[in-house]
């Protein structure tokens, strides 16, 4: 009978002293909703979602979802960026489960695109890549990876680059592309399947008047790995273009 009772009190300590999973905080949250245009009210496709680092494009319906890495009852910043749009940008936070339904509403940036384009156009020609204008690597873009070749189109929001990537070799695929520029120097990450495999190729390097150079890390879900250098191309400031794989 002792015996019992001090199993009992045993139990009953452990239960009270021990963390119980409701404590612990999870990054599982979900930001979802649509992107509108501002004057029509009409979904927008193709816009770019940008959160904590992770980019993704709504689809024909203006529909987005940003899956995982939000924490509950949190405050982000969420931007939006389409062609032919300004960019926007919006606080929010999640509720107690992580989860955030936000709408945005692009304006139209129609008034100031032929100063945008004629910036990026001057900039390619007579400018270095450390001046104060805005967007300078925004557009189309060539990369050459050794012996393969990516169509990319850039959006830069601030020192923020994101956008869409696409290639024909070895089979047509595409991918969205996130990262980040500080004076000269940029970093990529183009995350793509292919053939079933998730990649990631990791891009660092120099841009100066409208090329890129430097090297890559590409990895994939399978374990493979490999390195090179890279050189890009700036074919256009316009994004508008831009076609993925078929």
């Given at each position: 009978?002792?015996?019992?009772?001090?199993?009992?009190?045993?139990?009953?300590?452990?239960a009270i002293i021990a963390?119980?999973?409701?404590?612990?905080?999870?990054?599982?949250?979900?930001?979802?909703?649509?992107?509108?245009?501002?004057?029509?009210?009409?979904?927008?496709?193709?816009?770019?979602?940008?959160?904590?680092?992770?980019?993704?494009?709504t689809?024909?319906?203006?529909?987005?979802?940003?899956?995982g890495?939000?924490?509950?009852?949190?405050?982000?910043?969420?931007?939006?960026y389409?062609?032919?749009?300004?960019?926007?940008?919006?606080?929010?936070?999640?509720d107690?489960?992580g989860?955030?339904?936000?709408?945005?509403?692009?304006?139209?940036?129609?008034?100031?695109q032929?100063?945008?384009?004629?910036?990026?156009?001057?900039?390619?020609?007579?400018?270095?890549?450390?001046?104060?204008?805005?967007?300078?690597?925004?557009?189309?873009?060539?990369?050459?990876?050794?012996?393969?070749?990516?169509?990319?189109?850039?959006y830069?929001?601030?020192?923020?680059?994101?956008?869409?990537?696409?290639?024909?070799?070895?089979?047509?695929?595409?991918?969205?592309?996130?990262?980040?520029?500080?004076?000269?120097?940029?970093?990529?990450?183009?995350?793509s399947?292919q053939?079933?495999?998730?990649?990631?190729?990791?891009?660092?390097?120099?841009?100066t008047?409208?090329?890129?150079?430097?090297?890559?890390?590409?990895?994939?879900?399978?374990?493979?790995?490999?390195?090179g250098?890279?050189?890009?191309?700036?074919?256009?400031p316009?994004?508008?273009g831009?076609?993925?794989?078929?």
């Amino acid at each position: 009978m002792k015996l019992s009772w001090w199993m009992a009190l045993t139990i009953i300590a452990v239960a009270i002293i021990a963390p119980t999973g409701g404590n612990s905080t999870t990054l599982d949250g979900t930001i979802y909703g649509h992107v509108y245009d501002d004057e029509t009210k009409e979904p927008v496709s193709s816009a770019f979602i940008r959160c904590e680092g992770e980019t993704v494009i709504t689809d024909a319906e203006g529909y987005y979802s940003l899956v995982g890495g939000f924490a509950p009852s949190t405050t982000y910043t969420l931007i939006g960026y389409a062609s032919g749009y300004q960019d926007t940008s919006k606080t929010i936070k999640t509720d107690p489960n992580g989860k955030a339904e936000v709408d945005l509403f692009l304006g139209s940036s129609q008034s100031d695109q032929p100063a945008k384009e004629s910036i990026a156009t001057e900039k390619i020609e007579y400018h270095p890549f450390g001046d104060t204008r805005t967007n300078i690597l925004e557009g189309r873009w060539i990369l050459n990876l050794d012996d393969a070749q990516i169509s990319m189109v850039l959006y830069q929001s601030g020192d923020l680059l994101f956008g869409a990537a696409n290639s024909e070799t070895p089979e047509p695929w595409n991918g969205v592309v996130s990262g980040s520029a500080e004076e000269d120097q940029i970093e990529l990450e183009i995350l793509s399947l292919q053939g079933g495999v998730l990649v990631s190729t990791l891009i660092k390097g120099i841009a100066t008047e409208g090329t890129l150079a430097g090297s890559f890390v590409q990895s994939d879900s399978s374990g493979q790995a490999k390195v090179g250098n890279v050189m890009g191309f700036l074919t256009s400031p316009e994004t508008s273009g831009y076609e993925p794989a078929d």
